[in-house]
């Protein structure tokens, strides 16, 4: 089966996003190939996608690296997450179907169920679908793509998830789905609004890792915030 440049692309981005190439690693074709059994075809074209999200950069005599970005480009993207998710939710609650609200509505369901029950392992992935479908409910391709981009590149950046409750961090989630579903489009962006700033207010109070000069992945600041309570991401 051939493998695509879209396929290679995730893989490559996953990896970047996990620390698996940090940040300024070489990324070569012939490594990369190697590593994923493709031809250096889609492996270039991957490169020149992840080069244009931000993920990777070309370096005179060095070709591809893993980007690297500023202490202020990093506070920036917290900075985009304020202003473009509320708006996305906004829209949502304009312009959702209902097979989009049916799958938002169990999201929440499962997610309260698994924050109850303590089995935190499956809150990323609930999360990461239920922050998805609610982009895409946006009615715009274009939103929908800068909010997913933007929240791979802040969970990139930042390595660690905000130590926030999950019980909380759902129980606001149900209450935006709830405004959604009514199509009260300033309800849901007020909750959004409320809902962002206490994820960013403690994202502020970590030092971001993929950055320059930044802690190597995994290295443990001492703060009151160093433990993560959710096992999502909020």
């Known amino acids: 089966m051939r493998i695509s440049a879209h396929m290679v692309c995730t893989a490559v981005r996953d990896d970047i996003v996990s620390g698996a190439f940090p940040p300024g690693a070489r990324l070569t074709e012939e490594l990369l190939a190697r590593r994923?059994?493709?031809?250096?075809v889609p492996v270039r074209e991957a490169l020149r996608t992840l080069e244009s999200e931000g993920f990777v950069t070309s370096?005179?005599?060095?070709?591809?690296?893993?980007?690297?970005?500023?202490?202020?480009?990093?506070?920036?993207?917290?900075?985009?997450?304020?202003?473009?998710?509320?708006?996305?939710?906004?829209?949502?609650?304009?312009?959702?179907?209902?097979?989009?609200?049916?799958?938002l509505r169990g999201l929440v369901r499962l997610g309260r169920q698994r924050a109850e029950q303590g089995?935190?392992?499956?809150?990323?992935?609930?999360?990461?679908?239920?922050?998805?479908?609610l982009a895409q409910a946006s009615g715009s391709p274009s939103l929908a793509s800068l909010l997913t981009q933007l929240r791979?590149?802040?969970?990139?950046?930042?390595?660690?998830?905000?130590?926030?409750?999950?019980?909380?961090v759902w129980q606001e989630r149900g209450a935006i789905v709830?405004?959604?579903?009514?199509?009260?489009?300033?309800?849901?962006r007020a909750l959004a609004s409320a809902h962002v700033e206490r994820s960013v207010a403690v994202r502020r109070e970590?030092?971001?890792?993929?950055v320059r000069g930044g802690r190597p992945r995994g290295?443990?600041?001492?703060?009151?915030?160093?433990v993560n309570t959710s096992g999502d991401n909020a």
Do not use: F, M, N
């Open 219 to 226: 290295a443990v600041r001492r703060t009151k915030h160093t």
């Open 178 to 188: 709830d405004a959604v579903a009514r199509g009260d489009a300033e309800r849901a």
């Open 59 to 103: 370096r005179r005599h060095a070709g591809a690296c893993v980007a690297e970005p500023t202490e202020q480009e990093a506070a920036d993207l917290l900075d985009i997450r304020a202003l473009l998710e509320p708006l996305g939710t906004a829209r949502a609650a304009q312009r959702r179907t209902e097979a989009q609200l049916r799958v």
């Open 36 to 40: 994923y059994g493709v031809s250096r």
């Open 152 to 168: 791979r590149k802040i969970t990139w950046v930042y390595a660690a998830e905000p130590p926030l409750r999950a019980s909380a």
């Open 119 to 133: 089995q935190l392992s499956d809150l990323k992935a609930l999360g990461d679908w239920y922050h998805e479908t």
């Open 206 to 210: 970590q030092r971001p890792v993929a």
